[in-house]
DNA sequence: GCTTGAACTTCCAGTTTCTGGAACCTTTAT
DNA sequence: ATAAAGGTTCCAGAAACTGGAAGTTCAAGC
């Protein structure tokens, strides 16, 4: 599969794949004429690369989670608490969406145009850090 | 507040919150010596700032969220669309987190160390994008 | 009151993570 | 055969910080 179609199937543009590629993140082999050539797995990892960076994780981040699942000779202890680390990440991560939904679905709700800045719920939501 | 409480409140390095102040995404007062000054009400914004950039929006989609509870003159109706849009953001990244979370407790659980790499259930979470 | 160290200020340079564009090659369609 | 679409590399620029220099202000101890 071409870079195109792999931009395509991912949700990232062809470019960022390539950059990926420069870091070291995806290689892809090569077909005969040059072009980057993408296996359906290739295709899960960039998938895999658009969520974690879209939800936040670093280029160093999504290299250690991609490796939980490509390393077959990595310790499966390592590999258990590299991924619980990540696991704990990930449950702040959603707990921290659901409260910034908590917010805004409250302004849509009840502080509409009155008395919106001071609103003394959405503060306490807002303010609710961990 | 100076700037270094307002950090140590907010989860920002200080740098970070005078960039913002740069761009004009949260400007402070100042104190008579030229110090920037924090009311709790920018470290509520400030925090807020923290958790929208590390789950992933962008600093132009910040710049939206703040000014859904810090404008008291935009028109109702305008607030519920932006707001109603983040929320689906919001819903899609939560949505999102999940499956990365499924992906990786699964990788705990059942695949350590010897059909990892293929493990068609994982390729399966990994696959479901939206 | 003086000094020392921490915390503040601005400014400029460097890093990370892309993103756009030029110049060129390959494939596909007419 | 030719044109358009999509691939290649390389280099430059943007977004969002981050580090460091040079100088000012504050709080604490002698």
Redesign the pocket.
Known sequence: M??????EHSG?????I????D?GLLR?S???????DYTSDDVHRLKF?QRA?SLGF???E?RQLLSLYADKNRDSADVKAIASNKLDEIDTKIAQLQSLRAVLSHLIANCHGNDRPDCPIIDDLAGEAH
């Open positions: 071409n870079i195109g179609a792999a931009a990232l543009p062809a470019k960022t390539r950059y990926y590629e870091i892809a090569r077909a005969m004429n040059g072009y980057r690369l960076r670093t280029v160093e999504c």
